[in-house]
């Protein structure tokens, strides 16, 4: 949570839809030399107006007329850090239960979502927990009146059956965060930084223990002494001003009674007396070494001084660490350093991910003199520069989101939170374009010298358990609470009945007005002009991705694409991540099943010398020796690290099953098989690049504050004169997936896994090109694709037994592919796969067909949501590349609304009983043999087992 650093989210001007033929004179390309932090940091504002209840609600309001949406932000004064002993994860567990309904209110998320709600969310950390959804303009007053029941009415509708469900929701996430390689190292650093006791260390989610003593009483107590307007900041940011929004809330909001205000929490950093060390043993292929101590509070004029010294030492792409560790000397696969920022300290932690064959010790020595060079030496004035623009670029993104979690209604509620001022984010920018590398070196110097906390995680069998870890610190002398009883009184009702307000009507969505071009070469160019921050969106897509490797080239495509920026014939890899670095532009490199791609963020203002170091990116790398070799190790960590993974395993397994290992699409995904990995040289990746990144197979799409006019001859020079080869371009061939008669269960023993991942999937007769399947989206968003969703509802919010489920039907180039996944407790495995097939079969059989509430919350929610699909550059650039990808029209968007209007509850229902059926599924599962074979023997299934292995070939 580091509070300088904005996400990203922007209202956005739609504009109208049509294609535009460009005939507009071409301007010349300027010369551009980067922006100077000052005019970065001008370009950072959200102005506001505040007002204030006579009940001490505090409103900020940030009026943003891009887009027909508005964020809903509210941010409640407590957080784990105010939890008693006894009753670690009782804040967290409390936000679950505020979205069980309120005394006015069933379904917090069924009438928001059929209102064009994003999907309502919350997160609950150390010192605040807050709750976010965006919503149409039209739809504030409903989404102000059900935020007020739940902060005024909501006791009455808290039972004991809806206490014990989402405990056991709360349980399973933790299980699914313990379940992870490296998944207990976060309590181990609490433990080892901080005193019992102390707020900070215990976890946010707590300890089983503590979750299972949660009784209702505790659940009143809670919400009588925190949930108070007087402890809320409320922020409506978007379509809407002061005068709209202040008789809203007065409103809803005004009849709310003041409640006792929350202590301040004495929790300091701690200097340690000692250094402490401690190493743990778990299932992870790669031994892991940090350097943890607690660090600045929010307001401590050291916390941005000592921030930026970590991202200089392990967040920049540039950064110390990087350079010496991973590129130079090769001691580790992966690093990082940062600080997380938190209201009465901070956590630093540097980290290290140790290269296979390499000294533990020699590579934890470099990492501790590296970390005392920058404590003593500090940083440049150049890394200084350029991490502060790489921070102020970020903050620009930050600006196209009104709501959500990064939007600017959570800068504008944690800047008043924890600093008294909602426009703290501006005075931390501007002391940010100021810093000198003096103050970064004395601020780093007296935190990082003090006493810390080295933690190893190392390869072996997991001894420790995640249940018995999380919570306040002396279970080894102090007996747990007692388990409740579930017998406590009900509840009673905080008011009188209130009314839902209806919603206003939206208006006609409009897509921006889409020109096209194409350069003296024959690529391809679109361009959607949106000016709402001074920022391009930049993509230039390939025919390739990794289905293009087939099974003995799995994972060459990929590796190809990471190494283009790993150096060229003029630029060293350092080279590029400092240039990228001083422009404030963002360049990535990577590979989809469909599509290889490079894309750039870049500042308007630094465009041509951006699309410039893109140019050389992709047209002249260098795949020298020496970063082969060192890129190719590091995708072998990754691969094992996969391996060690649950969710990995799961993943890389089920496409080869049913694709069959010779389809393009039967991959074990983008990082591919060791032994083709193993045997990739300088020589392969110039042949890969030379086949499949040219320019007949490029397509270029920008979005942002540019004109054609201007684009174009940036284009041109950037990549005009690329000219093809000679050569035939390759093709992918889709040749006819494997047949699979029956489902079927395939299982990979994980021993000591308290949940178990199922993974299921069928090709579906259908390719991405098919046009007129909205019903059968509609029909997946019933069944899978959401929270409401049957599926979801059933195994988590009914039956409590996962953190999620869904389903999906991806919309690649080629054969479409239904999956359902989900993460569940070992001890319901079966149960869970057998609940999964029910539901399935109910809905594509008809015994349950779509209902009134699913239906409108499907077509009307989705028609009222479209604005808020659209609200970044990149949401814009991902719509029209999926357009292109799957042969639609450019007004597909504009359109979608009639669509969707045609579309009746019998076609939605037809298009389950077609294709969202329970018949000749491949159903992976992952998890503790000696605790779900059993049960998996009670579900008559032909199974098979598979080893843990980098292919699927060792059934048996």
Known sequence: MRRYLLSGIAALALAGCATAPVDAPLASAPAASPSSLASLVEKVDIPYEQFQLENGLTVLVHTDHKAPIVGVTTYYRVGSKNEPRGRTGFAHLFEHLMFGGSENVENFDIPLEAAGSTSTNGSTWYDRTNYVETVPTGAVDLALMMESDRMGYLLGAVTQEKLDKQRGVVKNEKNQGDNQP?????????????????????????????????SLADVAKWFKDNYAPNNVVLVLSGDIDAATAKPMVERWFGDIPRGPEISPVSAPPVTLAAPVTREMVDQVPLVRVTRNWTGPSTNDPDAIPVAVGMYVLGGLASSRLDNTLVRDEQLAVSVSAYSQQHENLSFLQAQMDVKPGVDRAKAEARLDELIAQIMTEGPTEDEIRRAATSILSSNIDGLERVGGFGGKGVTLAEGLLYSGDPAQYRKDLERLATLTPAEVQTALSKWLSRPGMKLAVVPGDRTEKGADMGGW????????????KGDGPALARSGPERSLPPVAPVGSLTFPTLERTTLSNGIEVTLARRTAVPKVAVSMEFDAGYAADGKAGAGTQSLMMDLLEEGTTTRSAVEIAEAQERLGASIGTGSSLDTSSVTMNALASNLTPSLA??????????????????????RLSEIAQQLSSPGGLASRTLRPLVFGENHPYGTVGGLGTVDV???????TLRTEHEEWIRPEKARITVVGDVTMAELKPQLEAAFGDWTANGTAA?????????RVEGTRLVVIDRPNSPQSVIYAGRVLPLNGPTQGLEALDLANEVLGNGFLSRINMIIREEKGWSYGARSGVDQNAGPRLFTISTAVQSDRTADSIQLIL?????????????DDVEFTRVTDGNIRGLPNRFETNFQVLGAITQNARLGRPDDYYSKLPDTYRAIGKGAIDAAAKQYLGPDNLTIVVVGDRKLIDSQLAGLKLPTTYLDVDTSVSNAD
Do not use: C, W
């Open 677 to 683: 990995v193993k045997a990739i040289t300088p020589a």
């Open 838 to 850: 029910d539901t399935v079969r109910d809905f594509a059989d008809g015994k349950r067909a779509v």
């Open 730 to 738: 390759p093709e992918k061939v889709f040749t006819n997936s494997a």
């Open 182 to 214: 490296y998944g207990l190292a976060e309590y181990a650093i609490g433990e080892g930084l901080l005193p019992v006791g102390h707020p900070y260390r215990h976890s946010t989610i707590g300890s089983m223990a503590d979750l299972d003593a949660a």
């Open 473 to 484: 610190g002396d279970e080894d002398k102090v007996a747990p609470p007692a388990p409740d």
């Open 613 to 634: 170091l893109m140019a050389d990116i992709v047209r002249n790398p260098a795949f020298a020796d020496t970063e082969v070799q060192r890129v190719r190790d590091q």
